[in-house]
């Protein structure tokens, strides 16, 4: 896995061309340890898109020497985390003001008033070899899917009849077990030995249902639905779907998954 190496500011950036004919980008950065010069090879266009709209990049790679010159070799830019982290979390709480129905707005108020749970939520990646592996990826990830859902529930275009309020908390809880699953200290994530034993799909479930227990009344038709959300919400589930929005969730996700990088990474 690419080392992720710190935020840095873009001081210059020269697209240059390599002896085979390939584009490459040559760039200055500089960081905690000063300017370095940068060398990008992989999807230079999009690289050249996010430097167009930002001179605050976060790098992911390794450091080199090659005759006696140091340089960043890039494998991965994307807009800073601390950019991403203010813009992401903005975002979040803007949509989940449409989490109203007063039941489902109780269970997700019992986890946000959690700040172990919901800090790691806003820091931890999404996976750490796989869609959205960056600081903040699951936040990034879940925001991305709860506002596909949002505008799915207000598209024309959609015919069945979707509750608002289920769809987005179901998309706020199905990969929730990754808050309890993944670390992150200083620029280092890894998985945490519970996380391995036991599954984010399961470590979220679980967190829920805890939660449903410490409700009063909580119907149980809707604890029903929503714990059938996290666990089916893999492909690869043996549970599956019960509802439209357990479908949702289901596409949404992998929808978030295989597009990830597009504006961001």
């Known amino acids: 896995m690419n080392k992720f190496l710190g935020d840095f500011k873009v001081i210059d950036r020269t697209l240059r061309i390599s002896k085979n004919g390939a584009e490459y980008l040559r ?25 167009d709209q930002t001179d605050s990049v976060s790098l992911y790679g390794f450091r080199m020497v090659n005759d006696g ?3 960043i070799s890039v494998q991965r830019l994307m807009i800073s985390f601390v950019q991403l982290y203010v813009d992401y979390t903005t975002r979040f709480h803007e949509i ?21 749970i919901i800090s790691s939520f806003f820091l931890v990646p999404a996976s750490l070899n796989s869609h959205h592996a960056h600081m903040s990826g699951l936040l990034v990830h879940t925001v991305e899917a709860m506002e596909f859902g949002l505008s799915l529930c207000e598209s024309s275009l959609f015919k069945y009849d979707i509750d608002k309020s289920t769809l987005l908390l179901g998309l706020f809880l199905h990969d929730i077990g990754k808050a309890l699953c993944y670390k992150v200290e200083g620029y280092d994530m890894f998985m945490t030995d519970r996380g391995r034993k036991i ?18 009344d909580f119907p149980v038709n809707l604890k029903e639905k929503l714990v059938n959300i996290i666990l089916s919400h893999h492909y690869s589930s043996k549970v599956k779907p019960i509802s439209i929005e357990a479908n949702i969730v289901r596409n949404l996700d992998s929808l978030s998954a295989s597009i990830e990088g597009l504006g961001v990474v």
């Not at 060398?39 to 266009?45: E, G, K, L, Q």
């Not at 989940?96 to 172990?116: A, G, L, Q, T, W």
Request: hydrophobic share 40%; net charge negative.
């Open 27 to 51: 760039i200055i950065v500089e960081g905690e340890q000063g300017a370095e010069i940068a060398y990008c090879y992989n999807d230079v266009a999009h690289c050249l898109k996010i430097l």
């Open 96 to 116: 989940i003001k449409y989490i109203s129905e007063d039941n489902c707005h109780e269970v997700f108020m019992s986890i946000y008033r959690e700040p172990d």
């Open 69 to 71: 010159k140091s340089f």
């Open 199 to 216: 599954g984010h799909v399961t470590m979220g479930a679980e967190l829920f249902l805890n939660k449903v227990c410490d409700l009063k």
